[in-house]
């Protein structure tokens, strides 16, 4: 009759009137079963490991991508408005809104009594590198602002839909 006594780091089986010496360890039995005596992962498990990594990083960078575009345009929205308070002050000291030959130049420029400008430096370009497009009909007294969205172009829709001061106004 053989007893097993499991002992930490192991377990040995021994039989009654053995001696110290003549206890043997006991082959632990994998919890797997054999494939041929290599043990690890298979190529088609690897590979659809693989797969859904790819899946999941591929919808993460959809979405991120996403999110970056619409908070590209809330920004370029934002700064607008900006331009447009900015503009409302240059006519409310001045009387009028600037020429298209002034530009957007005109309104980060120290004011008249040592004011700050009206607009920093920095404001005259959109989230995507472009300068704000203004223009200002010499025989009209409405401007238009525009940026141009994420291509640069006139037109397009979603990221690359332009942004007009006439849509912040509605």
């Keep these: 009759m053989t007893r097993a006594i499991k002992i930490i780091g192991?377990?040995?089986?021994?039989?009654?009137?053995?001696?110290?010496?003549?206890?043997?360890?006991?082959?632990?039995?994998s919890v797997w079963p054999a494939r041929g005596g290599a043990e690890g992962f298979t190529l088609a498990e690897s590979l659809?490991?693989?797969?859904i990594i790819g899946l999941v990083a591929g919808i993460i960078t959809v979405n991120v991508q996403r999110y970056r575009?619409?908070?590209?345009?809330?920004a370029a929205q934002q700064d607008l408005a900006n331009i447009m308070q900015a503009l409302d002050w240059f006519w409310a000291e001045h009387g009028r809104f600037p020429s298209t030959d002034?530009?957007?130049e005109v309104l980060a420029n120290t004011r008249q009594g040592g004011l700050g400008p009206l607009?920093?430096?920095?404001?005259?370009?959109?989230?995507?590198?472009?300068p704000y497009r203004y223009?200002?009909?010499?025989?009209?007294i409405a401007y238009t602002l525009n940026c141009l969205?994420?291509?640069?172009?006139?037109?397009?829709?979603?990221a690359n839909a332009?942004?007009?001061?006439?849509?912040?106004r509605r």
């Design 102 to 104: 002034e530009g957007l």
């Design 135 to 140: 223009s200002k009909p010499a025989a009209s």
């Design 10 to 29: 192991g377990a040995f089986s021994f039989r009654p009137g053995l001696r110290l010496g003549q206890i043997t360890t006991l082959k632990k039995k």
């Design 69 to 74: 575009n619409n908070t590209k345009r809330l």
């Design 48 to 51: 659809i490991v693989i797969v």
């Design 149 to 158: 969205g994420a291509d640069s172009l006139t037109g397009g829709d979603g």
């Design 162 to 168: 332009d942004i007009s001061s006439k849509d912040l």
């Design 119 to 130: 607009l920093d430096n920095n404001q005259g370009l959109d989230p995507w590198g472009q």
